[in-house]
């Protein structure tokens, strides 16, 4: 089956880091990927979409300058944390989907960031 | 505005029971209803649904939409301890964003 990698799973740092977080499909193409992020019991709520070889399209509210993504491949997004602070801190997942039509969203495991 | 409901948002049962999980949905230039599975991680798929009154099987695990009334539901049988998650429910719109729902929490208990 379809199968995403997100790597790390986990990261604590300081506040001000930068941390970039990688979403790889092993198995697939995936001309789109999405980022998403969810707070403690709660739904996943989309940050962007992310296509490859252009600009990524951010929800209402998601600072661009903040969260950098970047979809140099079809099967590798990145999504950068910069200057990170404490309310950033949160679970961080990624999902991609293969190309064709009804094709369902496969996720990664997640990460957890940590801003101390 | 877009939104997925989903009920009850937290289930209690005993191995061995049967148990209905609702979703329903106000979405614009609906596509698919998803159904998935999270555990400690991310979630995992379980179902996609596109049409109307076809039942989706996978072991104990069901689930059908009824894009009249907006709903679909997901059955799960002879439950077990591993079954124990969160549900989410989630529609896709034509824009390709999955709008989902708060999730149903199950726990099911020996």
């Known amino acids: 089956g379809a199968v995403v990698s997100q790597h790390p799973s986990r990261v604590i740092c300081k506040s001000g880091t930068s941390v970039k977080i990688e979403c790889r499909s092993l198995?697939?193409?995936?001309?789109?990927m999405f980022w998403y992020r969810q707070f403690p019991k709660q739904s996943l709520m989309l940050m962007a979409t992310s296509n490859e070889g252009s600009k990524a399209t951010y929800e209402q509210g998601v600072e661009k300058d903040k969260f950098l993504i970047n979809h140099a491949s079809l099967t590798l997004s990145t999504l950068t944390v910069t200057s990170a602070h404490p309310e950033d801190s949160s679970f961080y997942i990624c999902?991609?989907?293969?190309?064709?039509?009804?094709?369902?969203?496969?996720f990664g495991d997640g990460t957890r960031l940590s801003i101390l | 505005e877009d939104k997925v409901v989903q009920s009850p948002l937290s289930l209690v049962v005993h191995e061995g029971d049967t148990v209905t999980l609702n979703c329903s949905y106000e979405v614009t230039n609906f596509r698919s209803l998803l159904w998935y599975k999270q555990e400690k991680k991310a979630p995992t798929f379980l179902f996609m649904l596109?049409?109307?009154?076809i039942e989706k099987k996978s072991g104990r695990l069901s689930s059908i939409l009824d894009k009249k009334e907006l709903f679909s539901i997901l059955n799960i049988t002879a439950t077990q301890t591993g079954d124990s998650a969160v549900y989410l429910c989630a529609v896709e719109a034509s824009t390709d964003k999955l709008i989902f729902g708060t999730g149903t929490r199950l726990q099911v208990f020996p």
């Open positions: 198995d697939f193409q995936a001309t789109t």
């Open positions: 999902s991609a989907r293969e190309t064709g039509d009804y094709q369902p969203q496969h």
């Open positions: 596109t049409s109307s009154g």
